[in-house]
């Protein structure tokens, strides 16, 4: 295993899989509360893939849904394809920019769609816009499922995540942890009532939505 030229913590192999140490921490907590809530067969969308590593263990985990990974990144684009020769049921990735408006528009519609540690790391236009186009493309009996770390009544939940949301809003003064609140009241925006939320390990938060 070799660092990645771009992010000196992932490592690549000799496949041009990248792997991320946060993405191995975090996959059995997500898939232990995922797997009993997700639907058993259709079309899944996983928003902002990164390495990819993810996606190999959902598809393996939910053999009966085909997994449409994606992300806006070239070089993770390449890993996801190389880590998709894990599973059968796992489609080529998708170029997906969540913070373009219509990036929805051209998707089937999706019973399961699962997002990971992205609403922090970009706008809250963008996040928005994630939001919504989300919701445009859940089927009717859809699960939505974001995880990640998240304010509660605008305060952060150790000083671990205030320091790392302090210097995400340092870097760039629009991004940060998003609300629990404004998370609720724009997922009620399109649509979709009552979330779910679920408390997972280092004060993170699993967060499931469906519409009506
Ligand atoms: C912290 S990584 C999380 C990756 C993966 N979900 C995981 O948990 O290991 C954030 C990912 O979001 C992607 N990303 C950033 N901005 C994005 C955007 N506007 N639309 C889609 N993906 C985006 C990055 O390329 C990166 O792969």
């Given amino acids: 295993m070799e660092a990645s030229p771009d992010t000196p913590h992932i490592a690549m192999d000799t496949a041009g899989r990248m792997t991320a140490p946060s993405a191995a921490r975090n996959i059995d907590a997500i898939l232990a509360e995922l797997t009993p809530r997700a639907p058993v067969k259709g079309a899944a969308l996983e928003i902002a893939s990164g390495t990819g590593?993810?996606?190999?263990?959902?598809?393996?985990?939910?053999?009966?849904?085909?997994?449409?990974?994606?992300?806006?990144?070239?070089?993770?684009?390449?890993?996801?394809?190389?880590?998709?020769?894990e599973a059968p049921n796992i489609a080529a990735p998708l170029t997906l920019n969540v913070a373009t408006d219509g990036w929805s528009d051209p998707l089937d519609p999706m019973d399961l769609i699962v997002t990971v540690n992205l609403l922090h790391l970009i706008s809250d236009a963008a996040a928005e816009s994630?939001?919504?186009?989300?919701?445009?493309?859940?089927?009717?009996?859809?699960?939505?499922?974001?995880?990640?770390?998240?304010?509660?009544?605008?305060?952060?939940?150790?000083?671990?995540?205030?320091?790392?949301?302090?210097?995400?809003?340092a870097a760039n003064p629009e991004t940060g942890y998003k609300d629990v609140a404004w998370v609720t009241e724009r997922l009620s925006d399109a649509g979709l009532?009552?979330?779910?939320?679920?408390?997972?390990?280092?004060?993170?938060?699993?967060?499931?939505?469906?519409?009506?």
């Avoid at 009966?64 to 992300?71: F, I, K, T, V």
């Fill in 193 to 212: 009532a009552t979330p779910e939320f679920c408390a997972m390990p280092s004060n993170n938060l699993m967060i499931f939505a469906r519409k009506g």
């Fill in 53 to 85: 590593q993810q996606v190999a263990r959902f598809a393996t985990a939910l053999p009966g849904l085909h997994w449409q990974p994606s992300d806006i990144d070239t070089e993770r684009l390449r890993s996801i394809t190389a880590w998709s020769a």
């Fill in 130 to 169: 994630c939001l919504a186009g989300a919701a445009k493309t859940l089927s009717p009996r859809g699960l939505l499922a974001f995880y990640g770390p998240f304010l509660r009544n605008g305060l952060a939940t150790s000083d671990g995540d205030a320091h790392f949301h302090a210097a995400l809003r």
